[in-house]
């Protein structure tokens, strides 16, 4: 099984990189959560971007669905010319109504409706979702198949409940959106490196993917935030990465 990072930063891209997208790869099924802004290229050097089986979004900010828009288009054109029958499973919030209406798209696009606690069977992964601390309904997702578990945080603040979502998973991809230096004083619905690593360390995560980082910080301070609050095994998101798990 492979998690790979198609792009990693918010809340816009660095160059040659992406906002946030992963791809998750298991005996030939595949699985795409998140969809920003330059998350379609990045995928169409692995696949063509119509040969998914399914598609996660977290919820409905740009940086997460700006290149689902594209995608409409990549699946649609592959239905007409026969390159691909069925319509394209989504698993996504639908609020704010705004974005939401916009999902569905003829008959390229299934949408799944997301909701706290919803489990749902894709493929051969089991996937439950919970409610974030974010600004607009947003899901952290738990997959679990082929004996592995990963919990995707999507967008959170500090007051999201990690404990009811996983212990000791495989993986926990995490966001750490700010350096500890500028944490918002009112809470935003985002995380510092250090609270990520914190959060990872609660929940006894075996490793951690810190994400969602700001393009225009220094790794070695980021890394540095990481160090000495998390002890498992743990990576720096970037364009490319992947881990097999
Ligand atoms: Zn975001």
Redesign the pocket.
């Known amino acids: 099984m492979k998690w790979r990072v198609l792009g990693c930063h918010?809340?816009f891209p660095a160059p040659g990189g992406a906002t946030?997208g992963y791809l998750l790869e298991a005996e030939g099924h595949r699985i795409l959560i998140d969809c920003g802004s330059g998350v379609l290229s990045k995928l169409a050097e692995v696949c063509p971007p119509y040969r998914l089986d399914a598609v996660i979004l977290s919820h409905l900010?740009h940086?997460?669905i700006a290149d689902f828009f594209v995608l409409q288009y990549a699946v649609q054109t592959a239905m007409r010319r026969g390159w691909r029958r069925d319509p394209l499973p989504v698993y996504a919030p639908t609020r704010p109504e705004k974005w939401g209406n916009l999902l569905p798209y003829g008959d390229a696009i299934r949408l799944h409706p997301v909701q706290e606690g919803m489990k749902s069977i894709l493929g051969r992964w089991e996937t439950t979702f919970f409610r974030t601390d974010h600004a607009v309904p947003c899901f952290a997702v738990l997959l679990e198949g082929f004996g592995r578990s990963i919990l995707y945080g999507a967008?959170s603040g500090p007051k999201t409940n990690w404990d009811v979502m996983a212990r000791n998973p495989d993986l926990f991809v995490c966001e750490g959106t700010f350096l500890e230096r500028d944490l918002p004083e009112n809470p935003v619905g985002h995380l510092s490196v250090k609270q990520a690593a914190e959060a990872a360390e609660r929940i006894r995560a075996r490793e951690l993917l810190l994400t969602?980082l700001f393009p225009e910080y220094d790794r070695d301070e980021i890394e540095e935030e990481v160090r000495g609050s998390y002890s498992g095994r743990w990576w720096l998101a970037e364009t490319g990465l992947t881990l097999s798990l």
């Open positions: 918010s809340p946030p900010h940086d997460h967008d969602h």
